[in-house]
Nanobody
Framework: QVQLVESGGGLVQPGGSLRLSCAAS???????????MGWIRHGPGKEREVVAT????????YYADSVKSRFTISRDNAKNTVYLQMNSLKPEDTAVYYC????????????????WGQGTQVTVSS
């Protein structure tokens, strides 16, 4: 069992940057590093999209083609926190961004994630 709380969203101009944070609270007897983590976004009129994932060790990452080379996912297991650094933001990146966790391997399929945060709004507009 894990509870997730996102923060760091906001309004930014095209070309700007934001860093999202996800603070995790893990049930007794479990550890944050046991969970594969992902960032999933849901934009207006669009399907949910897994934009980035990271393994428990942080040694393996995945990025959707739409964000590759612009976004960077990382995690700090000592702080029970995962991050998403977003650079060169585009209007198409506008969405609610959710932190998600899954006990097991990472996946790019949104429905396979078991735990979700409340989401944080990212709006890219001039």
């Amino acid at each position: 069992q894990v509870q997730l709380v996102e923060s760091g969203g906001g309004l930014v101009q095209p070309g700007g940057s934001l860093r999202l944070s996800c603070a995790a609270s893990v049930a007794s007897g479990d550890t944050f590093r046991s969970y594969a983590m992902g960032w999933i976004r849901h934009g207006p009129g669009k399907e949910r999209e897994v934009v980035a994932t990271i393994t428990w060790s942080g040694g393996s990452t995945y990025y959707a083609d739409s964000v590759k080379s612009r976004f960077t996912i990382s995690r700090d297991n000592a702080k029970n926190t995962v991050y998403l650094q977003m650079n060169s933001l585009k209007p198409e990146d506008t969405a609610v961004y959710y932190c998600a966790a899954r006990f097991g391997p990472t996946t790019e399929v949104p429905n396979k994630y078991d735990y979700w945060g409340q989401g944080t709004q990212v709006t890219v507009s001039s």
